[in-house]
């Protein structure tokens, strides 16, 4: 049985199950080139056009409406309808965080978990007002889910615990009926986050950004608490809600807070970025994690369990994943890799699929083997030679500028690498989820002082953000506090270097003295895995700079034509094909190692110590 189940909002996502076995996952923005596009049919037909639909799941939150003239059928029903009239369809707009808890639940491999969801907004559901509410002209409310806890428990016990819900315009807190809910009006976690986002100019979606700027800050008595009272609601004096979309600060109220500055001034020269800025940055991070590390605790108490799956948007928040390794030492906290709203689409397709598999079987004893995630190499499978290389022969309307490509090894590549080159790699079946690892990546030197300023300009990005790191799995404890953790095979951690360490990789070293890293076996990446092997023999250095092959506002390339394309349309000169132990070099005249006239190199043990003193 195929179970093909979507995700039609932002992060628009198609997610294929064969017989309980995920097999796809594609983001629709990959195929399309739109940052976050939703509407995944690109990503439907692709795998419409490998495997025949037996059962169409339709996810999301509610809020889309694709309903199509004359048959008043969903869009994505009428698509695979077309293929096959037989398709079963179960449309669940309504489980939101039900699709976040199963991908997070069934990923881990546990037997039993308690799943926090911690989401912007999810499904508008329809409540029953608690009786200490006089507004009898409103016994029901639509509101928005935020939080959820569900005890689950495998193959497909999902029990909500606790929900929280949002609406725009009621008092602070009402309780519900049930005492396992909450409604309020208070912006919440997500939320919060959002309006400060959007406040530094980077857009309610770009909540990563916040988080890179966050360690730049410190406390400022002069900001007031974003989350209040025992309950940590968001200050609807500070911050505006507008559910199902984003939120704002309110600058009327909070005069140290009105905006005097042009954030694409600062977004670009670090020497005009305001102390508000970052210290709000920084402040947003603090409450946000201390909070769901409550949210962590509450999880505990209520279910007993101590096995803790995340998911939801801020389970992409690497910072705050780190903190709970420290606050929770004894709990078996797992972390879902495709947290943001796309990832939804695979737990809603494995429920669907285990749940027909238990239906076919019930007159007998049927046992459903897991499927834990082991790999996000999940995307589309491309098939190219070295005859594919022909037909980039020469670029330019002048004709000048020749692709070169010549046979290489690993070590070859290495030497590039120590060289200080930069060499963008392309292999494989590209990785789902926000994080690049090494199919759809640009590699650099960790240890070149101003590398992270290097690459931000080629890149085209803000000064102030991170980069990451892809270390071999044996050395990773040796170079980074794991805080228990064997791996990390998803860079779902900002982890602190060893104190021995600090300096040596200051281009992946973020300015609180983290890394947010990817451990690498040979099992896992056995080509990327290689490459990082010959740049350790070369300068003992056992990881590389490791970031997303795209620039700017891009999606990650997905295929060898996006590939060459942002080789020609950026300062970027080499790319490695390893599955054909080929590299292209693209002549390029554009100076591309000078640091960038203003650099924000800083001696890191120095930031440290003052980070730690503030």
């Not at 406040?199 to 008595?221: N, V």
């Not at 990446?525 to 490459?531: A, D, F, M, T, V």
Request: charged fraction near 25%; charge should be negative.
């Amino acid at each position: 049985m195929n179970v093909l189940a979507i995700n039609p909002g932002h992060n628009g996502s198609a997610a294929l199950v064969v017989d309980g076995k995920l097999e796809y996952y594609i983001e629709e923005e990959r195929m399309s080139r739109e940052k976050y596009d939703g509407n995944p049919f690109r990503a439907m037909l692709y795998l419409m056009q490998h495997y025949p639909i037996d059962y169409l799941v339709v996810g999301g939150t509610g809020q889309e409406n694709h309903e199509l003239p004359w048959t008043g059928e969903s869009s994505y029903i009428a698509l695979v309808r077309k293929f096959n009239p037989k398709v079963k369809v179960t449309e669940m707009a309504h489980a939101h965080h039900l699709g976040h808890a199963a991908t997070a639940f069934y990923s881990s491999g546990f037997d039993t978990a308690a799943a926090i969801i911690v989401d912007g907004s999810g499904s508008k559901s329809r409540v029953p007002i608690g009786p200490e509410v006089k507004d009898k002209q409103r016994p029901f409310l639509d509101v928005f889910e935020t939080e959820s806890i569900y005890q689950c428990e495998w193959p497909g016990e999902f029990n909500p615990v606790f929900k929280r819900y949002a609406d725009n315009i009621l008092p602070s807190l009402i309780a519900v009926v049930e005492s396992d809910q909450e409604i309020d009006s208070a912006v919440t976690t997500v939320k919060a986050y959002e309006a400060v986002s959007e406040y530094l100019g980077f857009g309610f979606i770009e909540a990563g950004k916040t988080m890179g700027l966050a360690p730049y800050g410190k406390r400022d008595k002069n900001i007031p608490n974003l989350l209040v009272g025992d309950l940590k609601r968001g200050d609807k004096n500070v911050l505006i809600p507008q559910y199902p979309r984003g939120a704002y600060i309110d600058q009327e109220r909070n005069s140290y807070l009105r905006q005097t500055f042009d954030p694409r001034e600062w977004h670009r020269e670090p020497s005009k970025l305001p102390v508000v800025a970052r210290n709000l940055a920084w402040k947003v991070q603090q409450e946000t994690q201390e909070y769901v590390g409550d949210l962590i605790e509450k999880a505990v108490d209520m279910t007993g369990e101590d096995n803790i799956v995340i998911s939801g948007g801020y389970g992409l928040n690497v910072m705050a994943n780190y903190y709970y390794k420290e606050r929770f030492p004894d709990l078996n906290i797992f972390i879902d890799p495709i947290s943001h709203d796309g990832g939804s689409s695979i737990g809603l397709a494995k429920l669907i699929s285990y749940s027909e598999m238990l239906r076919e079987g019930e007159d007998e004893e049927i046992e459903i083997e897991k499927d834990p995630l082991t790999t996000l190499y999940l995307g589309a499978k491309y098939f190219y030679d070295e005859k594919s290389l022909e037909r980039y022969g020469i670029i330019g309307e002048d004709g000048e500028g020749l692709i070169e490509v010549s046979d290489v090894t690993d070590a070859d590549v290495a030497q590039l690498l120590k060289d200080r080159k930069i060499v963008s790699i392309f292999q494989g079946r590209s990785e789902a989820g926000p994080r690049a690892l090494g199919n759809r990546s640009i590699l650099f030197d960790p240890s070149h002082p101003d590398g992270k300023d290097i690459v931000n300009r080629v890149k085209g990005r803000e000064w102030f953000r991170p980069f990451a790191a892809s270390v071999m799995q044996e050395h990773a404890k040796d170079w980074f506090d794991l805080r228990g953790m064997e791996e990390t095979p998803y860079m779902m951690y900002a982890v602190e270097l060893q104190d021995e360490q600090i300096g040596k990789i200051s281009s992946v070293t973020h300015i609180d003295g983290t890394c947010r890293i990817q451990t690498v076996s040979q099992e896992q990446n056995e080509n990327y895995y290689n490459l990082i092997n010959e740049f350790y023999k070369l300068t003992e250095i056992p990881l590389l700079f490791n970031t997303s092959f795209n620039l700017a506002g891009e999606p990650l390339v997905e295929t060898l034509d996006h590939a060459i394309m942002t080789l020609h349309t950026s300062q970027l000169e080499y790319l490695y094909l390893p599955e054909l132990g080929k590299l292209v070099y693209l002549s390029n005249e554009r100076s591309m190692i000078q640091p960038p006239k203003t650099s924000t190199k800083l001696d890191v043990k120095e930031q440290i110590r003052e980070n730690i003193n503030g």
